[in-house]
T-cell receptor, first 120, second 115 residues
């Protein structure tokens, strides 16, 4: 089963509008972290925002916010006031705490990504 | 502060040749990760080091791939012999530790083309 599911292969948004990129996850761990990364056409992976499984408040970083719904296992990224430079691939990722008996193991598992295109 | 440094940025080689990719993690980070990105398979974790020790190499495709981390500031990923299907972008990432809440910061990647 997929641990991270991003159901939107592509999304379009008008400049200055808000957009939500969907992400659902699957884990039996109680402790985990959820991350969003941006990959522009230049190829680098840019960290955007982090949400811990025990965080009660939704994470925010400037124009980025994470709509965390733990019971539904969703961690959607909201970009407000879209800019042309936001056009990129966006990846949702999860890092689980790992097995309790051994060395903590922080494997980062990625979704397939969503291509966001911002129109002028 | 310098981020994760990878070299070379681009590598073009012929099938059968040895390829070595290099990574310098962010100073003070104890965990280092090698990923491969392809259109077909997306981002895959190849191997993960914690305090210079390989913790999980289950993602390494086959014996042609090997990785080392001789010290806290340097790691290599070697492919010998290389094959066309190894063509991909290889990312190195580092984080403070392996805790779930620690962010992984990625290097710029090495785009490998095997002819």
């Amino acid at each position: 089963a997929q641990k991270i599911t991003q159901t939107q292969p592509g999304m379009f948004v008008q400049e200055k509008e808000a957009v939500t990129l969907d992400c659902t996850y699957d884990t039996s761990d109680q402790s985990y972290g959820l991350f969003w990364y941006k990959q522009p056409s230049s190829g680098e992976m840019i960290f955007l925002i982090y949400q811990g499984s025990y965080d009660e408040q939704n994470a925010t970083e400037g124009r980025y916010s994470l709509n965390f719904q733990k019971a539904r296992k969703s961690a959607n990224l909201v970009i407000s006031a879209s800019q042309l430079g936001d056009s990129a691939m966006y990846f949702c990722a999860m890092r689980e705490a790992g097995n309790a008996g051994g060395t903590s193991y922080g494997k980062l598992t990625f979704g397939q990504g969503t291509i966001l295109t911002v129109h002028p | 502060d310098a981020g994760v440094i990878q070299s070379p940025r681009h590598e073009v080689t012929e099938m059968g040749q040895e390829v070595t990719l290099r990574c310098k993690p962010i100073s003070g980070h104890n965990s280092l990760f090698w990923y491969r990105q392809t259109m077909m398979r997306g981002l895959e974790l190849l191997i993960y080091f914690n305090n210079n020790v390989p913790i999980d190499d289950s993602g390494m495709p086959e014996d042609r791939f090997s990785a080392k981390m001789p010290n806290a500031s340097f790691s290599t990923l070697k492919i010998q012999p290389s094959e066309p299907r190894d063509s991909a972008v290889y990312f190195c990432a580092s984080s403070l530790s392996s805790l779930a809440g620690d962010t992984q910061y990625f290097g710029p990647g090495t785009r490998l083309t095997v002819l």
